[in-house]
């Protein structure tokens, strides 16, 4: 079956814009979560979505913001680009949210560059 | 807040050396663990998790890790290593089933062949 897939696969913005990603998890996946990943922090915790409902959520500021629809499908916001949000923005599914008895796939990732 | 360090941000090693990557992770209560994998070009993966029961837990590709609760730690392990293992390698936590995950900085494995 499909994999976790991202869209686009590279952005390039400037500073002050703003940018969506999306993220089409697996078949029958319900939780997407969201991750930003940078060569000096690694992998940072952004939000999880379960069910069009926000579950979880790291400490990134209110210009990340995101949204899950009815087919599971997760869209991410970036308002207000900064030199520092430049990263791999990684999306990962799952049936249900818990990972002792469901794995989490993660999808290739949406490369963003901002100048 | 919760942390975890990974302190070996770069290993090189020899086919067949053995190999050990550290986590230490900063939660008190009970937690749940992870190492995933991402070799190059290429998603990252599961290798093991350890959610309770024997601490010592076996993954794919011949990696094992052990849960040591006293010491904060669930460092991963492979006897032998090969070319193949050429990947970055991330550890993490999270607190309870279904909580957020906080993943380590990563570890870059080199394997020379």
């Known amino acids: 079956k499909a994999g976790v897939t991202q869209t686009p696969r590279y952005l390039i913005k400037t500073r002050g814009q703003q940018v969506t990603l999306s993220c089409s998890p697996i078949?029958?996946?319900?939780?997407v979560s969201w991750y930003q990943q940078t060569p000096g922090q690694g992998l940072q915790f952004l939000f999880e979505y379960f069910s069009e409902t926000q579950r979880n959520k790291g400490n990134f500021p209110g210009r990340f913001s995101g949204r899950q629809f009815s087919n599971s499908r997760s869209e991410m916001n970036v308002s207000t680009l900064e030199l520092g949000d430049s990263a791999l923005y990684l999306c990962?599914?799952?049936?249900?949210?818990?990972?002792?008895?469901?794995?989490?796939?993660f999808g290739p990732g949406t490369r963003l560059t901002v100048l | 807040a919760q942390s975890v360090s990974q302190h070996n941000h770069h290993v090189i090693l020899s086919e067949a050396a053995s190999l050990e990557l550290g986590c230490n992770y900063s939660?008190?209560?009970?937690?749940?663990l992870f190492w995933y994998v991402q070799y190059p070009g290429q998603h990252l993966q599961l290798l093991l998790k350890?959610?309770?029961?024997?601490?010592l837990v076996k993954g794919i590709k011949g990696f094992e890790a052990e849960f040591i609760k006293s010491k904060f730690s669930f460092n991963l392990r492979k006897p032998s290593v090969q070319w193949s293992d050429t990947a970055e390698y991330f550890c993490a936590v999270e607190k309870s089933s279904g909580d957020k995950l906080t993943f380590g900085t990563g570890t870059r494995l080199a394997v020379r062949p």
């Open positions: 350890y959610f309770s029961g024997d601490p």
């Open positions: 939660y008190g209560g009970t937690v749940n």
């Open positions: 078949s029958g996946h319900r939780s």
């Open positions: 990962a599914s799952t049936k249900t949210g818990r990972r002792w008895d469901n794995e989490q796939f």
